[in-house]
C-alpha cells in the first residue's frame, strides 16, 4: 500500500523538480499560483520559494497516508480481523504501535522520497540541483513534525472510536487550507494558526526555527499516547 503512494508522489516531485528551474516564467500572469507560493512573504528567489511551497503540499499528501493507515485499521476491526488478532497473545499495545510505526514510518519515506524526485526533476531540467536538493531536503526535514501532529491525531481518532476515523480526512483537508493554500483567502492568522503546517519553520528561506518542531513533536507523541490509551480500553469489533 505504501508503494503505491511512494510512487504517487515521486512522479509529482518530478514533475515540481522539473518545472522548478523555470518557474518565473510559468508563474508569469499566473496571480493565484504566485499568491500562493509567496504568501509566506519572505525575501528570496521564486524558485526557492516554490521547492518550499510544493514541500508543504507534499507533508499533507503524508499526513493523508496516517489516515489512510487509520482507515485500514478501522477496516480489519469490521471485519473482525483485529478481534482475532487479539485473541492471540498479540496485546493491544504491540497491535496498536505496529501501525503507529507504519503510519510515521510512511510519512517520513513519502518526504524522503519528495526530496530524491524533486532533486532528480531538478538535474533532468538542467537546473543547479545539488543547491535544490539540498534545499529540498531541509524543507522536507521541517515538515516532519507537522505532519506526525496529523498522523498522531489521525491514529487517536481511531483509539478513541473507529467510527471517528472519517474524519481525520476532514482534518487533512483543513489543515491543507489554512496552512499551505492560505495565502490564497487571505485568512485571519488565528486560522491560520490551526493547521499545525503554518507553525513549520520555512526554512531555506529563513533560519531554523527549533521551538515549533519540539513543541509539535511533543504535541505528537502526547496525542499518540492517549490514543493508545484509550486503545487499550475500549471495546473492539
Avoid at 96 to 118: E, F, K, W
Wanted: with cysteine; charged share 10%; aromatic share 8%.
Amino acid at each position: 500500500l505504501l508503494a503505491s503512494w511512494a510512487g504517487g508522489v515521486a512522479a509529482y516531485g518530478l514533475i515540481v523538480g522539473f518545472m522548478q528551474p523555470s518557474v518565473e516564467q510559468l508563474a508569469s500572469g499566473n496571480s493565484p499560483f504566485e499568491d500562493v507560493v509567496r504568501s509566506s512573504e519572505l525575501g528570496a528567489d521564486l524558485s526557492t520559494l516554490f521547492g518550499m511551497t510544493m514541500m508543504g503540499f507534499f507533508a499533507v499528501a503524508a499526513s493523508a497516508w496516517a489516515v489512510n493507515v487509520a482507515t485500514r485499521m478501522r477496516a480489519e476491526e469490521e471485519s473482525s480481523r483485529t478481534e482475532l488478532i487479539l485473541s492471540s497473545p498479540t496485546s493491544r499495545t504491540r497491535q496498536h504501535l505496529a501501525y503507529v510505526t507504519i503510519a510515521a514510518g510512511g510519512v517520513v519515506v513519502i518526504l524522503l522520497l519528495a526530496v530524491a524526485a524533486m532533486t532528480v526533476g531538478n538535474a533532468i531540467a538542467g537546473g543547479n540541483w545539488s543547491s535544490a536538493g539540498s534545499d529540498a531536503l531541509r524543507a522536507g526535514a521541517a515538515q516532519i513534525p507537522a505532519s506526525l501532529v496529523m498522523a498522531s491525531v489521525a491514529l487517536a481518532l481511531y483509539g478513541f472510536r473507529s467510527s471517528l476515523v472519517p474524519a481525520g480526512w476532514i482534518l487533512v483537508i483543513a489543515a491543507l487550507f489554512l496552512g499551505p493554500l492560505s495565502g490564497m483567502f487571505g485568512l485571519p492568522q488565528w486560522a491560520e494558526d490551526l493547521s499545525p503546517f503554518t507553525h513549520t519553520p520555512q526554512v531555506p528561506v529563513a533560519r531554523m526555527q527549533w521551538t515549533p518542531i519540539v513543541v509539535m513533536l511533543c504535541v505528537a507523541a502526547v496525542v499518540t499516547v492517549a490514543g493508545w490509551a484509550a486503545f487499550r480500553r475500549r471495546d473492539v469489533g
